[in-house]
């Protein structure tokens, strides 16, 4: 009697942990596709109010004076997801400085408008660099650097990545200011007077005037620039120090010397995107990548950079990156950028102008498709430095053209002369017109093609 009762508290007991299971597994369907449904509708614009979910909205402030700001363009990340590179936009005012920092991640410079100068430290030298627009230059991390809008009237506008691998907790990069005072203020604050007075070798009198001097922020305006640098040893009252004296003091800047092949000490190369023969270039735009083949400082980044040129009403074609994710800003125009997920379905169809910054996961289908009123141009960076080789999956020299066949045909269902035609009807490559074409009413069997082109790869 006993063993029955046991045997049927037993069952119970099983039947109930068999339903809380089933209810467990239930509300985690429900809650997933809960979740599907929030991200179709934050893709579509929907949701949480954002136009897309590949656009990058967020944008942090990090500096902002009279004469200049620095922003930083962040996409959202979680502890599983882990956003590998922010985008950042330096906009400095004529005849203006970025104060003398490092930072806890690799530079990838891009100057969009304007000229400045970039001095950093390169093997314990001082490496200054006269950059014009489209020229590429890179920033180790943990380099000192500063930078200089020279020219007298005209603004000068940077756009560089920002790599966080190296950041700590992979957050947002950590500026070390060298030069400063009290507004930055410069790590070297940090240490007591009897310290720093001792490592200067100067007297508290004197490290006071310099410590305490600048509160302009991070970006302040060039003033009394001279070529000579203080020397602290002698006997002379040097009271009006300068910034451009103070630059120099705190980098170590040195006569110029000479490198064994005649050119100055540092003289590192920048590679300008407009100058150099595109990667690809038709009747609808042209596009040039480059990667550490191109420009070997790329090597040590781990980013790759790219711009690319779309006449008006053209596209670059439906293409996935297989090495790296990739993002982009719109430097001039407008148009429209498509994303597609994983199973097919449309992740992104958003239109964009001009400041816009938009992100594509790694191996996501993608195009991006100028307005018909106006060019678009747009430049970005790649997660590796690596050579991309993108697939585009339409066009003259796509995946479908290499791949048809009997296997493919079998694959959309369909005979292989239509394949054929189908696949061949496109006779350019990677940058494509966008074309209406007329379909013929007296051909049934051509109608039906067209019509598969437009549901298979619109």
Request: proline content about 4%.
């Amino acid at each position: 009697m006993e063993v029955a009762v046991g045997g049927r508290m037993a069952a119970s007991i099983l039947t109930l942990l068999l339903l809380s299971s089933w209810c467990l597994m239930v509300a985690s369907g429900f809650r997933q596709r809960g979740i599907e449904r929030e991200e179709e509708e934050e893709a579509h614009g929907g949701g949480r109010g954002l136009r897309g979910r590949f656009l990058l909205a967020r944008s942090r402030t990090v500096a902002r004076t009279d004469a200049g700001e620095i922003r930083v363009v962040s996409r959202y990340r979680s502890k599983s997801e882990p956003c590998p590179m922010h985008i950042g936009f330096i906009q400095m005012e004529p005849n203006s400085l970025v104060v003398p920092q490092y930072v806890d991640a690799n530079l990838v410079v891009f100057v969009h408008r304007g000229e400045v100068k970039v001095g950093w430290i390169h093997e314990d030298e001082l490496v200054e660099r006269q950059l014009r627009r489209g020229d590429v230059s890179v920033i180790p991390a943990g380099s000192t650097f500063y930078i200089v809008n020279t020219h007298s009237s005209d603004r000068s506008q940077i756009i560089c990545s920002i790599d966080t691998t190296q950041s700590m907790g992979h957050s947002l990069h950590q500026s070390f200011f060298i030069g400063g005072g009290m507004n930055p203020t410069s790590v070297l604050a940090g240490f007591d007077t009897n310290t720093l007075t001792a490592a200067f070798n100067v007297t508290a009198e004197e490290l006071e005037r310099m410590m305490q001097s600048q509160r302009g922020g991070a970006i302040v305006y060039m003033s009394g620039e001279s070529s000579e640098r203080p020397d602290l040893n002698d006997n002379n009252d040097d009271s009006a120090w300068t910034k451009q004296k103070l630059v120099d003091y705190l980098l170590g800047k040195v006569d110029k010397k000479k490198a064994g092949n005649g050119e100055p000490v540092g003289a590192l190369h920048a590679y300008n995107l407009y100058d150099n023969e595109p990667s690809y270039r038709n009747s609808f735009g042209w596009t040039t990548a480059i990667d550490e083949d191109d420009f070997s400082p790329l090597r040590s980044t781990g980013v790759g950079v790219y711009v690319v040129n779309l006449t008006a009403g053209s596209m670059l074609a439906p293409h996935m990156n297989p090495m790296a994710t990739e993002y982009g800003v719109v430097l001039r125009g407008s148009g429209t950028i498509q994303v597609v997920f994983p199973n097919g379905s449309n992740a992104m169809n958003a239109e964009v102008s001009e400041g816009d910054v938009f992100w594509v996961p790694q191996y996501f289908p993608f195009c991006q498709i100028a307005s018909s009123g106006a060019p678009m141009e747009f430049f970005g960076f790649t997660t590796s430095s690596r050579r991309n080789h993108p697939q585009f999956l339409i066009g003259a020299s796509s995946v479908l053209r290499s791949m048809r066949g009997r296997e493919l045909a079998a694959a959309f269902r369909i005979s292989e002369e239509r394949l054929e035609r189908l696949v061949k009807a496109q006779r350019e490559s990677v940058i494509l017109p966008i074309r209406h074409h007329q379909q013929p009413e007296e051909d049934e069997e051509e109608e039906e093609v067209l019509q598969l082109k437009r549901g298979v790869f619109a």
